[in-house]
Each structure stands twice: as structure tokens, then as C-alpha cells.
Nanobody, 121 residues
Framework: QVQLVESGGGLVQPGGSLRLSCAASGTILVINARRWYRQAPGKQRELVAGITSGGSTNYADAVKGRFIISRDHAKNMVYLQMNNLTPEDTAVYYC???????????????WGQGTQVTVSS
């Protein structure tokens, strides 16, 4: 009932920038956090960045100083601005929302299908 759709991925040269977007629709949730994960071939999915409902952010060490996560409550959107990209950033990026239905106390994770980011010269 909750749909997350990522967009903004593509091919970019090293040193370039991309901005990923995640649009949420469907059943309304009480959201605890919005996060971006990524998974490269042969590697485990890893947390890239997160932002709480209060606006606190956290980043993986590999992207600190280069990536910025933000949100727009009115538009039900979360963004990931990626700067100074390197080939090591190549992965499928997934939007993740942690939340619950207003009438429950149980939180769960909701996932998008992912968007491919390829950093190559």
C-alpha cells in the first residue's frame, strides 16, 4: 500500500554530481526516518545516509562531505544530493522509509525498487 519510487540515477563521470529523488505515495505513515541504501555487485547492501523526522542526519564514512540527504514533507519527497562522485559510488541506490500506520505501534521498513548510478569515464 506504500509505494516508494526512486529517480535521478544515471551515468556520470568521476567528479560529477547527481541528485536522487524518492517519491512516496499510498497509505499514510507516521515516519521515523528516511534513508538511502546502496548495493554494488558482489557486495552487501549498505546504509548511505539517513534523516530522522526531526531532521537529524547521518552518513556513511565513505560519503561524508560529498552526499547530502534532505526531505520535503509537503511533497512527500526525500532527496540525495551526490557530489564528487567516484567509481566506488557505482551501485543501485534504494530509498527506505521507516514508519508505521497511525493506528499501530509497529514500525517496518518500506523499500523502493532502486535506481542505478554508474560512475565511469
Amino acid at each position: 500500500q506504500v509505494q516508494l519510487v526512486e529517480s535521478g540515477g544515471g551515468l556520470v563521470q568521476p567528479g560529477g554530481s547527481l541528485r536522487l529523488s524518492c517519491a512516496a505515495s499510498g497509505t499514510i505513515l507516521v515516519i521515523n526516518a528516511r534513508r538511502w541504501y546502496r548495493q554494488a555487485p558482489g557486495k552487501q547492501r549498505e546504509l548511505v545516509a539517513g534523516i530522522t523526522s526531526g531532521g537529524s542526519t547521518n552518513y556513511a564514512d565513505a560519503v561524508k562531505g560529498r552526499f547530502i540527504i534532505s526531505r520535503d514533507h509537503a511533497k512527500n519527497m526525500v532527496y540525495l544530493q551526490m557530489n564528487n562522485l567516484t567509481p566506488e559510488d557505482t551501485a543501485v541506490y534504494y530509498c527506505n522509509v521507516v514508519g508505521r500506520a497511525p493506528w499501530t505501534t509497529n514500525t517496518r521498513d518500506y523499500w523502493g525498487q532502486g535506481t542505478q548510478v554508474t560512475v565511469s569515464s
